[in-house]
């Protein structure tokens, strides 16, 4: 059974930070793809940022030089570091694993960026 459980979310005054874990079991890890995904209230699913399972990353213009994505295959594990959090970036956040047709979403984690 595979599953990836989201960690790390909160509640953050604007400027902030927060880090957020995924940790995957079922699937063998290094072979996928990560993402982090998120949901505002009342708007589409976005991609926030990738990871290959080759290190290469890429990232939404909102979040570039605040965010970071990194991988530990030895844990199987993928974070989501954000800094200089701002009130737009409130929203669920979503782990993702692809590989081929093979797609597994975590159940969520809720940020929160509020004064």
């Known amino acids: 059974q595979v599953r990836l459980v989201e960690s790390g979310g909160g509640l953050v005054q604007p400027g902030g930070s927060l880090r957020l874990s995924c940790a995957a079991s079922?699937?063998?890890?290094?072979?996928?793809?990560m993402a982090w995904y998120r949901q505002a209230p009342g708007k589409q699913r976005e991609l926030v940022t990738s990871v290959t399972t080759g290190g290469n990353t890429n990232y939404a213009d909102s979040v570039k030089g605040r965010f970071t994505i990194s991988r530990d295959n030895a844990k199987n594990t993928v974070y989501l570091q954000m800094n200089s959090l701002k009130p737009e970036d409130t929203a669920v956040y979503f782990c993702?694993?692809?590989?081929?047709?093979?797609?597994?979403w975590g159940q969520g984690t809720q940020v929160t960026v509020s004064s």
């Open positions: 993702n694993a692809r590989k081929s047709l093979q797609d597994y």
């Open positions: 079922g699937i063998f890890f290094r072979m996928y793809a």
